[in-house]
């Protein structure tokens, strides 16, 4: 559609779970940030359309996220607040940082990049005491295709990868359609990084 309506450029919004994917949801964002990027092979179609990718955690109190469910378990005078696993830990973004980060992204796109900011992390129950504090916390166990730490960027893509101060942007491995691609203002990544959660804990 945005080629048949000459959409100059193109950002998915993709998640921390499309990294290493572990259950469905996962799968179908990887798939589609894969889709996004192999677009850009449909240039000779429009030379002007290019695809990239954004990939975030969390929003804090974005809808089905944990702070407005816990809310209402407050508002009905629940006893105690569930975790799955009090080792857990999640990226976190606020909402006005994801706009600015995808208008930012747009701006800098070439087509065919995962743009990843550098977003705070947390354990999810030090998240619960700041936020429900003098709650009882019952740990409930880890549900089906739930990871016990999220990752953004995997070792496999740390050769296509480069820090580029507040973000990190993965590189296509793959960009036939773009020979002659910009410079990328940042540096390239160690062979064996990983951008994963539990590390900040180690």
Not at 73 to 80: C, R, V
Not at 99 to 128: A, N, R, T, W
Not at 148 to 174: F, V
Not at 190 to 196: A, D, G, P, S
Request: hydrophobic letters at 35%.
């Amino acid at each position: 559609a945005c080629i048949e309506n000459n959409v100059k450029k193109i950002i998915a919004l993709s998640t921390d779970k499309a990294a290493n994917p572990a259950n469905l949801y996962g799968a179908t964002k990887l798939c589609s940030d894969k889709l996004f990027i192999n677009a850009n092979y449909l240039l000779s179609r429009s030379e002007d359309t290019k695809f990239s990718v954004v990939r975030y955690g969390n929003v804090v109190g974005s809808r089905g996220s944990v702070l407005p469910y816990f809310k209402s378990l407050i508002e009905k005078n629940a006893k105690s607040l569930p975790i799955t696993d009090e080792r857990m830990t999640r990226f976190w973004i606020e909402l006005e940082q994801c706009v600015e980060f995808v208008l930012s992204s747009l701006d800098d796109m070439s087509g065919g990049e995962i743009y990843v900011p550098k977003i705070p992390s947390m354990k999810i129950i030090d998240f619960i005491t700041n936020v429900c504090p003098n709650k009882k916390i019952v740990e409930i166990g880890i549900r089906p295709g739930e990871k016990l730490h999220e990752i953004m960027i995997t070792k496999d893509d740390a050769r296509y990868t480069y820090d580029c101060n507040d973000k990190y942007i993965i590189e296509p491995s793959i960009h036939g359609w773009d020979e002659e691609r910009k410079e990328i203002d940042g540096t390239k990544v160690k062979e064996n990084f990983e951008y994963v959660v539990h590390l900040i804990f180690i």
